[in-house]
């Protein structure tokens, strides 16, 4: 797109961006993201960063400002750290507000739609259950099991923010769960919704009745899920290592518009800001977004912490 609207040209990318689709383009384009050459450097950096390189260099042009309008529309949060923009829009998954999902996503160093448990718990149509979406079955079943397993029903009143931060842990841990398991994706429906129960509930115990059958290790569900919280914090602290940083969790004013639900609900930027504050806080993390020393120690990585407060990072 940019090519077509003369931002991008063979001079200033080194490749022939005429022939994109091509053969020739594609090996070129390769080659020189893959060994860090010339453009190809840049646009390794991933696509936040590139447009936004393209826009405040004048080698691309007088036009070259419209890279930062793609950029709020393809990656919605702020930063640099995001994910494409359909598959964070929340308006378009769902036909409610859910602050939980939209701080779960928010943290997430990778395109988190590559996983399915948010979108399983707050799912339109459950799986054989014929249930629509809030409903009022549906907020009875809901309610059942969100008290069962984090204590708590008020995500689920909306518009969903108090105590979300609560929820957004819960689907991080189920997600490094089914990572460090080696859990199929497609699991995640059955640990939520089932329509072989007597209630249509799953069993989301399902990882630690799999891990004591292949190790022979009797841990509680609970117990599990702490130990998924290891690998996460190591995930951040890279990214943190890297730069990222809270301004890097938070959407851009573009995305806030799109998750207005059919009621005219729809997520607030400044209830989003405090919402990740309290999200830090529930899980050992400063306001800036970094895994304090306390937390870090605690989960074993002190070296992890030494390394940081030698980059300056904490």
């Given amino acids: 797109r940019l090519y077509k609207e003369g931002v991008l040209t063979p001079e200033n990318t080194g490749w022939p961006v005429d022939k ?46 419209i890279a930062l309008t793609h950029k709020r529309r393809l990656y919605p949060k702020a930063g640099n750290f995001s994910g494409y923009g359909t598959h964070h829009n929340l308006g378009h998954l769902f036909n409610m507000t859910q602050y939980s999902s939209a701080l779960y996503w928010g943290i997430a160093n990778r395109d988190p739609m590559t996983k399915h448990t948010d979108l399983c718990v707050y799912k339109e149509r459950f799986d054989g259950l014929g249930v629509e979406l809030e409903s009022d079955l549906w907020y009875e079943m809901m309610r059942k099991m969100m008290q069962k397993w984090i204590g708590t029903t008020k995500p689920i009143e909306p518009p969903g923010y108090e105590d979300a931060e609560i929820v957004a842990r819960w689907l991080w841990q189920m997600n490094f769960e089914e990572d460090c398991l080696m859990m199929c994706d497609g699991t995640a429906r059955q640990r939520f919704w089932c329509p072989y129960t007597e209630d249509g509930i799953g069993d989301p115990e399902e990882g630690a009745k799999l891990y004591k059958a292949v190790t022979g290790h009797n841990v509680t569900q609970q117990e599990l899920w702490k130990k998924c919280e290891v690998p996460w914090t190591l995930e951040r602290a890279i990214a943190c290592r890297e730069g990222r940083r809270a301004s890097d969790d938070i959407y851009n004013d573009e995305f806030y518009p799109d998750t207005r639900d059919n009621k005219g609900r729809q997520i607030e930027k400044e ?16 306001s800036d977004g970094v895994p304090t020393r306390a937390r870090l120690e605690e989960l074993g990585m002190k070296d992890v912490a030494d390394d940081l407060e030698n980059r300056g990072v904490l």
Wanted: charged content about 20%.
């Fill in 20 to 65: 994109i689709g091509s053969q020739e383009f594609i090996e070129v384009f390769t080659h020189d993201i893959a060994y860090g050459k010339g453009f190809g450097a840049i646009c390794a950096q991933g696509g936040p960063r590139v447009l936004e390189y393209i826009a405040s260099h004048e080698e691309f042009g007088p036009k070259r400002g």
């Fill in 271 to 286: 209830m989003m800001k405090s919402g990740m504050q309290k999200f830090y806080a529930l899980i050992g993390w400063n």
